[in-house]
Each structure stands twice: as C-alpha cells, then as structure tokens.
C-alpha cells in the first residue's frame, strides 16, 4: 500500500500564492504518476496537474501559467505551487499517487481558501 500525506493548505488572499506539498510512503517503488486533484463544494474532484516520473506534466486549463508542479523522485514527495490565486481556485487539494502494480491512492486532502 502507499500513504500520502498531504501539507501546505490554508487562507490566502487573492493574487497571493500557496505551495502545496505531498510526501508518499509505504509501496512506493512502482510509483508512475503523481499529482493533484481538488474538489470544490457541490462540485466533483477535478484534474489540477500530474507529474510521471519521466518528467510529463498535465494540468488543467484552468491553471496552467499559474501552477507548477514539481517532484522529486528521490524524496517521493510531489509540490504544486500556486500562484495567482483566485477564489475560484477554493477546495479541498487531494494529492494522488498512480503505482503500476498497485494502483491509484489518495490523501486525505488538505483546504486551500482563497478569499479577502
């Protein structure tokens, strides 16, 4: 099995930044792809960006120019840096780890609330 435990996430205004992070342990050997989802109230968790251990990324449209997310391999931990926040951007951050034998996981989520 594989835990993730995610760090980072609080109250920030507008336009300000946050850096999200996302420590794996346990299985962790197979690991292919990790990222982050959010899931805004009454809305479903959505794709914000995922890093494979190649080095491809994706992210969402709606953040991409706002949002890096970085990995380090070694570490097992995955980053994702916000810029530019926007209220919109409020929700629950779930990190999520891909093993190629094991399958998909979750954190537990951390808040991320972007307000004045």
């Known amino acids: 099995q594989v835990q993730l435990v995610e760090s980072g996430g609080g109250l920030v205004q507008p336009g300000g930044s946050l850096r999200l992070s996302c420590a794996a342990s346990?299985?962790?050997?197979?690991?292919?792809?990790m990222g982050w989802f959010r899931q805004a109230p009454g809305k479903q968790r959505e794709l914000v960006a995922t890093?494979?251990?190649?080095?491809?990324?994706t992210y969402a449209d709606s953040v991409k120019g706002r949002f890096t997310v970085s990995r380090d391999n070694a570490k097992n931990t995955v980053n994702l840096q916000m810029n530019s926040l926007k209220p919109e951007d409020t929700a629950v951050y779930y990190c999520?780890?891909?093993?190629?034998?094991?399958?998909?996981?979750w954190g537990k989520g951390t808040l991320v609330t972007v307000s004045s």
């Open positions: 346990g299985s962790i050997s197979s690991i292919n792809v």
């Open positions: 890093r494979t251990s190649s080095g491809s990324t």
């Open positions: 999520n780890a891909v093993d190629v034998y094991l399958g998909e996981f």
